[in-house]
Structures are given as C-alpha cells and as structure tokens.
C-alpha cells in the first residue's frame, strides 16, 4: 500500500483566498483524522470521520474550515477564507478496525498564508 | 477522557549515552499506548505499541517502552543512542478493545542529540 496520501505538499496563497487540501487513506481504513500542528500549539486534532461520517469537529478552529469525506477513498480540509495565523503543517492520517487505535500519518502538507 | 502528559519538553543527549523520554497518562477505562517520533519535516510514525501481554515493548531501532499501570506511566527509553535519533517523539493513549477511535496525543519531547 501507498500509505496516506496528502497532496499538494506545499501550498502558498494569499491571504483571503480558498485552500483546499486533499487526503487519500490507506485502503480499507475506516477512521480518518485532520490534524494541524505549529510550533505554538504543537499538535491539535482538527476533526475525524469514522465510515466517513464526521464523528467529532470540536477541534475546527471556527467556521472558516470545513471538512468532508464523500466516499472511503478521498477526504478534503477547506479553508475559506484563509488567513495568515492559518499558516501551518496539515497532516491526516487513518486507521482501521484490526489496528487497535494505531494511526498511519501522511506527509503532511505545509501552508503558508502570506 | 483520556489525557497524557510527556514532562519534558526538550531533552538534550551526548551521542551513545542513555535517555529516557517520559509519559504519563490518566484514563478511567484501560487503554493502548504508543509512541510515535517525527523526524524533522515528515509525519509521525509509529515507534511502538502496548496493547495487552507484556508489559516491556520493543523497537525495531533500540527503543524500549514500559507500561507501568499502577503509576499510570508509559516511559521511553533507549540504553545508547546515535545522531539519526534526533526526532520529537509524541506519547499517545486510546482507550482498548472496540471502544478506541481518536488517539488522545502528548505536547511532544524534543530529543536532540549531541556529538
């Protein structure tokens, strides 16, 4: 398997502009989790989805963001309108029912807010 | 609700010295513990895992973990260690059997490893 896979890796935009970042789970996972992490706040789970229902948001930030997962394979974080103090390393990451818990994490993609 | 807390946030090392990375977690039900290191610009990887049986888990790399239930702790170890073991590493608890879902992550230890 390809692992999680996160595209783009990088992503520069201007402040006020729409960001959507893309996830590909490992095949056959039924848990998927958003994080971001910054030096300032280190880790923080955004929101995860289980058999692709959102099961917890509480961690999103404020309305600017949003999440979907429309089908087992494919997931995207959005934000809109972005802004500076968003900038970030975006990971997601997956899990499956015979994994116990373990989370397999993409390479994350890096935003920068200018 | 579960809640872990790693009590060093940056742990400096000579090279082929000793270090200990320590975790401490607090949960009402039992739980699975893992840790996962991250190396500068990628994801976190798993390192190890406790799930049930032996309560002294293993890496491929050197690494050691103990589950100690009655201190509620989960401590890293590794008797030597080398450059490439430079990493933040991240202590994270779920609670077992069917109920796990989201992993509940520790604040993270810098480890950095000196020549």
């Known amino acids: 398997d390809a692992g999680v896979i996160q595209s783009p890796r990088h992503e520069v935009t201007e402040m006020g502009q729409e960001v959507t970042l893309r996830c590909k789970p490992i095949?056959?996972?039924?848990?998927l989790f958003w994080y971001r992490q910054t030096m300032m706040r280190g880790l923080e789970l955004l929101i995860y989805f289980n058999n692709n229902v959102p099961i917890d948001d509480s961690g999103m930030p404020e309305d600017r963001f949003s999440a979907k997962m429309p089908n087992a394979s494919f997931s995207t974080l959005k934000i809109q309108p972005s802004e500076p103090r968003d900038s970030a390393v975006y990971f997601c990451?997956?899990?499956?029912?015979?994994?116990?818990?373990?989370?397999?994490f993409g390479p994350g993609t890096r935003l920068t807010v200018t | 609700a579960q809640s872990v807390t790693q009590l060093d946030s940056q742990v400096p090392v000579f090279e082929e010295a000793p270090v200990e990375l320590r975790c401490n977690y607090s949960?009402?039900?039992?739980?699975?513990l893992f840790w996962y290191v991250q190396y500068p610009n990628q994801g976190l990887q798993l390192l190890l895992k406790y799930l049930s049986g032996s309560t002294l888990v293993e890496s491929i790399n050197g690494f050691e973990a103990e589950f100690n239930k009655s201190q509620t702790s989960f401590h890293l170890r590794k008797p030597s260690v080398h450059i490439s073991d430079t990493a933040e590493y991240f202590c994270?608890?779920?609670?077992?059997?069917?109920?796990?879902?989201?992993?509940?992550f520790g604040q993270g230890t810098i480890l950095t490893v000196h020549p």
């Open positions: 095949s056959g996972h039924d848990y």
């Open positions: 990451a997956s899990s499956g029912l015979l994994g116990r818990g373990e989370q397999y």
């Open positions: 949960s009402s039900v039992s739980v699975y």
């Open positions: 994270a608890v779920t609670p077992d059997g069917t109920s796990y879902g989201k992993l509940t």
